[in-house]
């Protein structure tokens, strides 16, 4: 075989080559695109029936997940089963394995963010770890105490009671309307139990090797606690102290029932667009933290510095939220952010976004506003038509965000801002059914004195898409309005159509009443 034949068979295996790599990239790209639209219409925005999923707006997708965690559990607790005794210590160990992501914490945390879980599905796996740790720790104790293996004699069997009734004290204090209605209390008195337990535990167990099993479990637990809080303090630290100054808030009354807070940040805080923040103002609550949306940021006058301000807009309710009512109207605040958390969506692929919100839900959609004009100023946006669908009980809270609107309106963007006012109407001529035009120049706002109909709106976006287009709908609303807006775009995701539902949507403190088709069949 001389050269020009080996150079010939060199060739041609790269050419066949090529061509089966190709071929097998269009069979991959296909069934991935299969697999994807089937996953999203099918799985993920699709929910469970409400005898099945209770009050709890649950999906397959997070159903799934419980349904794999629980046979999981108990394959562990029957296969190869030998005797009474058996089972009864197998019931301890399965508890100190549950054990250990409990102690992660029920708060959306660093980890549950590095793993791209949303707060709603990581809060009700924490709820049901906790429920099949809490029925496996009883059993335990209550086959222990029948089998006749308990002597309060011991120490260690008196750390055990000491830990079974701190594990009967925290399904007292679980009870969801309790922490609704106590959430700070409750969430003290949860922690207080917890770590009772866990110190007990430390007791019960065998006195053996630390890096033995069962104590190995409960080290494990221990170490993730503290790794979540040292991160948890850490980047308190980084992002809200500097050498020069410390963050701080001010806090103001704007509109009916809405408060606004600026916070100064000492060095700037990196987030984007549908991400979100805790907040704590020790002043008016120590030692507690709550998630808000971060609606605007923008650069304080040069005389302070020239420094990153973010603002938070939220609609009071109880608890930490109704004491930023006590606050002194523009008084200098010490204030503490961590974060942020949460998916972004790149807007930049999406011929046509629509963005819905309801309530106090504009504080999470403003920012994608902002980020489409810095994507339009620099050039690298496919976006040219982009709606704001905003839906609002009275017309005065049109005012929590009526100076970034008007920024808005003032930018040389096609924005179309949809206003609906469901009552409670300022303008002497407002009547139910009409609709007025604002803006100085572009008439970009609409204010549309009516119910907001999802399903209308929806279909006619759809008839006006150019063909080929990508449209992406975000939701930042109350659940109602949420899943009526998922039932009309579930059957069309994947083809070139996306649906995004931010990770975290304000509490609206109304409950949206039934005013469409759509919405009474769900």
């Not at 991959?28 to 925005?45: D, E, G, P, S």
């Not at 965000?401 to 109407?425: A, K, M």
């Not at 209308?456 to 006006?464: A, C, K, P, V, W």
């Amino acid at each position: 075989m001389d050269s020009t034949d080996i150079y010939g068979i060199f060739m041609g295996s790269v050419i066949l080559f090529l061509l089966i790599s190709s071929f097998s990239y269009s069979i991959a790209q296909v069934a991935y695109n299969h697999i994807r639209r089937f996953f999203l219409r099918q799985v993920y925005f699709s929910l469970l029936p409400r005898w099945l999923g209770g009050c709890l707006r649950l999906s397959r997708y997070c159903g799934l997940l419980i349904i794999i965690y629980v046979n999981a559990n108990v394959c562990l607790l029957v296969v190869d089963v030998k005797d009474g005794s058996d089972f009864t210590q197998r019931l301890g160990r399965a508890a100190l394995i549950n054990l250990v992501p409990l102690c992660a914490g029920g708060r959306f945390n660093q980890i549950a963010h590095v793993l791209s879980s949303r707060p709603d599905n990581y809060l009700t796996l924490h709820k049901c770890i906790g429920l099949v740790f809490i029925l496996e720790a009883s059993l335990h104790s209550i086959l222990s105490w029948l089998r006749g293996d308990i002597d309060l004699g011991r120490w260690p069997d008196k750390a055990g009671l000491t830990a079974a009734s701190s594990v009967g004290a925290l399904v007292l204090t679980s009870i969801p309307t309790l922490w609704k209605w106590m959430y700070e209390p409750s969430s003290i008195l949860h922690l207080a139990l917890s770590a009772t337990m866990i110190t007990s535990l430390w007791f019960h167990l065998p006195s053996t090797n630390i890096t033995q099993i069962p104590k190995l479990y409960l080290i494990v637990a221990i170490l993730i606690f503290a790794l979540v809080k040292l991160i948890f303090f850490l980047k308190l630290l980084f992002i809200n102290v500097s050498t020069e100054l410390i963050s701080t808030a001010t806090i103001q009354q704007v509109g009916e029932n809405g408060i606004e807070v600026r916070v100064t940040m000492p060095r700037p805080l990196k987030f984007r667009a549908g991400q979100f923040v805790f907040l704590s103002i020790p002043r008016l609550a120590l030692f507690q933290y709550h998630p808000f949306q971060i609606a605007w940021e923008y650069l304080s006058d040069k005389s302070d510095g020239g420094r990153q301000v973010i603002v938070i807009i939220i609609q009071p309710r109880h608890g930490f939220t109704s004491r930023l009512r006590l606050a002194v109207p523009f008084e200098r605040y010490t204030a503490l952010v961590e974060g942020p958390y949460g998916n972004t969506t790149k807007l930049d692929q999406y011929g046509t976004v629509l963005l819905f919100a309801t309530g106090i839900g504009i504080a999470g959609q403003l920012p994608y506003m902002n980020e489409q004009l810095r994507l339009y100023r620099e050039w690298r946006t496919k976006t040219r038509r982009h709606v704001l669908y905003w839906e609002i009980e009275a017309e005065e809270y049109r005012y929590w965000v009526n100076e970034w609107i008007n920024d808005i309106l003032s930018w040389n963007i096609d924005y179309d801002i949809q206003l609906y006012i469901r009552g409670r109407f300022l303008a002497k001529d407002a009547e139910r059914g009409i609709s007025v035009k604002k803006g100085e120049k572009l008439k970009r706002l609409t204010l549309n004195y009516d119910i907001m109909d999802p399903q209308s709106l929806l279909e006619d976006e759809m008839r006006r898409r150019k063909g080929g287009s990508r449209m992406l709908v975000s939701l930042c609303t109350e659940p109602i309005t949420a899943q009526a807006v998922t039932k009309i775009v579930r059957p069309l995701l994947g083809d070139d159509l996306d649906l995004v539902e931010l990770d975290f949507c304000p509490w609206s403190s109304s409950r949206r009443p039934k005013s469409s088709p759509t919405e009474e069949e769900n």
